[in-house]
């Protein structure tokens, strides 16, 4: 049995006081949503360790946005791997494509940042997708797939019994567009076969969480197919109600 993720990035919004009670928010709504479903805030850097005192005592895990590649050092402006683990945080989203195409993300630098969150026992939301233009070039697999061979095909079978992977259309991200279910179940259904083609079964272990436009009313609809198994959620993450009634979309 797959992992049920319902992942929430804030990328940069809400002020520290904000961001607690929305954090506040999820906890106190959670117990209306199955625990199977595992849920995760991101909220950015300088909210963690007031989100990490929110969630205290409750199952809602704290996760980063993003680590530095190296472990310490004269690096002005970045935050460790080891620093963010130390408020609390279980995961880090890495490759997300905001960093890809505005902050020159390549697979050497994804493969650093990778190192440093296994080194400190953080699991990579490694996140994958195409653009619009790859996507109406049928593109789409081949550029997914070149982003899984130049990054995760690096990872020890240890390393990647602990990742969690999102497909995120870029075209579908903030837009209000969303993949079809179908869509979306092809391309993870083909993600799933690349991992399987490097780790086996253990690819059939391998949460494959759904980003782009995820919102309450297309939820249950993405999630109910097979190799979906979950959400990584932008702009229905900042409402509490919004973000637990996705989690309450899974009926598998
Ligand atoms: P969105 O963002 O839900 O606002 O489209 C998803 C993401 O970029 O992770």
Redesign the pocket.
């Given at each position: 049995m797959r992992k049920k993720i319902v992942a929430g990035?804030w990328?940069m919004n809400t002020l520290p006081a904000e961001g607690v009670e929305l954090a506040k928010g999820v906890v106190a709504g959670r117990g209306e949503v199955c625990s199977c479903v595992n849920f995760i805030v991101c909220p950015p850097f300088t909210h963690l360790a007031m989100v990490a005192e929110a969630l205290n005592g409750s199952d809602v895990a704290l996760g980063a946005q993003n680590c530095a590649a190296e472990a310490k050092g004269a690096y002005t402006g970045e935050v460790a791997a080891s620093m963010i683990a130390a408020l609390g945080c279980k995961y880090v989203i890495l490759g997300?494509?905001?960093r890809r195409q505005y902050y020159g993300e390549t697979s050497a630098t994804l493969n650093k940042k990778m190192e440093q969150a296994y080194a400190n026992n953080l699991t990579p939301i490694y996140c994958v997708g195409e653009n619009l233009e790859e996507r109406e070039a049928g593109k789409h697999f081949d550029v997914v797939k070149a982003q899984i061979e130049e990054v995760v095909y690096n990872l020890t079978e240890e390393q990647f019994k602990n990742l969690v992977i999102?497909y995120?259309p870029v075209w579908?991200?903030?837009?209000g567009k969303t993949a079809t279910a179908d869509q979306a179940q092809e391309i993870h259904a083909y993600i799933r076969k690349v991992l399987a083609d490097k780790f086996g079964a253990a690819a059939a272990e391998c949460p494959i969480l759904y980003?782009?436009?995820?919102k309450p009313s297309n939820a249950a609809e993405i999630f109910a197919k097979e190799d979906v198994d979950g959400g990584?959620?932008?702009?229905?993450s900042l409402k509490a109600g919004d973000f637990l009634a996705i989690g309450k979309g899974f009926a598998k």
């Amino acid at each position: 049995m797959r992992k049920k993720i319902v992942a929430g990035n804030w990328k940069m919004n809400t002020l520290p006081a904000e961001g607690v009670e929305l954090a506040k928010g999820v906890v106190a709504g959670r117990g209306e949503v199955c625990s199977c479903v595992n849920f995760i805030v991101c909220p950015p850097f300088t909210h963690l360790a007031m989100v990490a005192e929110a969630l205290n005592g409750s199952d809602v895990a704290l996760g980063a946005q993003n680590c530095a590649a190296e472990a310490k050092g004269a690096y002005t402006g970045e935050v460790a791997a080891s620093m963010i683990a130390a408020l609390g945080c279980k995961y880090v989203i890495l490759g997300h494509s905001e960093r890809r195409q505005y902050y020159g993300e390549t697979s050497a630098t994804l493969n650093k940042k990778m190192e440093q969150a296994y080194a400190n026992n953080l699991t990579p939301i490694y996140c994958v997708g195409e653009n619009l233009e790859e996507r109406e070039a049928g593109k789409h697999f081949d550029v997914v797939k070149a982003q899984i061979e130049e990054v995760v095909y690096n990872l020890t079978e240890e390393q990647f019994k602990n990742l969690v992977i999102a497909y995120e259309p870029v075209w579908a991200i903030g837009t209000g567009k969303t993949a079809t279910a179908d869509q979306a179940q092809e391309i993870h259904a083909y993600i799933r076969k690349v991992l399987a083609d490097k780790f086996g079964a253990a690819a059939a272990e391998c949460p494959i969480l759904y980003g782009g436009s995820c919102k309450p009313s297309n939820a249950a609809e993405i999630f109910a197919k097979e190799d979906v198994d979950g959400g990584l959620i932008g702009g229905a993450s900042l409402k509490a109600g919004d973000f637990l009634a996705i989690g309450k979309g899974f009926a598998k």
